[in-house]
């Protein structure tokens, strides 16, 4: 199945079906979201209101590794089967990755004032996600470093491969070392311990946070696609 | 009425911190959306017209 949709028309034609339903999936799950999140999920009994903000850091926090795991994924088969649509959808969800990385930390710096009094604490929660903040900068910046495109590409990638050891390390930070940040509530052995009332609209945000990931990255990967055609009629045209 | 408005907007003193992370959050998705919607329609126009080009120096 891999290999079917690693061919670009293939790809294109499966991503012009699947856009609409992300769009779809998108506004529904964020609007709903947004209305539990604002006016039916209640304040915590020791945060107060400001739990409030859990509804999007939180989802961003998750999305910002599913979106390089996603990068590592797509350029370990960029660099092996040299697969073109892999290569596209690893350079696409690096800018979409870093923004939710960036949202991560800002909300979370935006909720650490009120409850920790600093908006900023070098514990190793904050610190692995700054670094992987920085693992999506040295991606983009890595790729565009080159007038060889498929040089950037794959010395990008294998940044990408090197950088993926910081997942396991952003989500066991919690239980490895002493840190403010609080640990694991949602995805932990013995499930869940949060209440179904903070648990939906937690659920229905992220929801909206990955279908908004595959409406993004339909678009930019046919953009990408675009180019990519584009700089190949070039070189005919400069070859005559 | 406008009491119920402005303590939902005042968030218990903590407004501008809650409401400060979920404008953001808007901020930068939508405008993500925004930037990746006209990278599309520009590489589109693009590609448009480099085949419109090409075709036509087919023709002649």
């Given amino acids: 199945m891999f290999n079917y949709f690693a061919n670009p028309t293939r790809y294109l034609r499966l991503a012009s079906k699947l856009q609409p339903m992300a769009v779809l999936v ?4 964020t609007g709903l979201g947004l209305y539990y999140a604002l006016f039916q999920s209640p304040p915590d009994y020791q945060q107060g209101e400001t739990v409030r903000m859990m509804y999007v850091h939180v ?9 390089y795991v996603t990068l590592a994924c797509s350029s370990a088969a960029a660099l092996i089967w040299r697969h073109l649509v892999a290569n596209i959808i690893a350079k696409s969800t690096a800018p979409i990755g870093a923004c939710f990385t ?11 004032k009120p409850m920790w009094g600093s908006w900023w604490v070098w514990d190793a929660r904050l610190t692995s996600v700054l670094i992987l903040f920085f693992l999506y900068l040295g991606y983009m910046v890595l790729y565009n470093a080159f007038d060889d495109t498929s040089r950037g590409a794959r010395a990008a990638a294998i940044l990408s491969l090197v950088g993926v050891i910081n997942i396991p390390i952003i989500k066991f930070s919690v239980d490895w070392w002493n840190t403010l940040h609080q640990p694991a509530s949602i995805v932990k052995m013995g499930g869940p311990v949060v209440h179904p009332s903070m648990l939906t609209p937690l659920i229905l945000m992220s929801a909206g946070y990955t279908a908004l990931y595959f409406w993004i990255l339909f678009i930019r990967t046919r953009a990408e696609l675009n180019t ?3 700089h190949a009629l070039h070189i005919r045209q400069a070859g005559g | ?3 119920l408005f402005v303590n939902f907007l005042s968030m218990d003193g903590y407004g501008s911190f809650i409401w400060g992370a979920f404008g953001l959050s808007a901020i930068v998705l939508i405008s993500l959306l925004i930037q990746s919607q006209r990278f599309l329609k520009f590489s589109e126009a693009e590609l448009r017209s480099l085949q419109e080009t090409e075709a036509f120096d087919d023709e002649t």
């Fill in chain 1, 26 to 29: 998108t506004l529904l799950t």
């Fill in chain 1, 59 to 67: 989802p961003a926090a998750w999305m910002a590794m599913f979106c």
């Fill in chain 1, 102 to 112: 960036f949202l991560a930390l800002t909300t979370g710096s935006l909720w650490g």
């Fill in chain 1, 228 to 230: 990519h055609k584009i």
């Fill in chain 2, 1 to 3: 009425m406008p009491d």
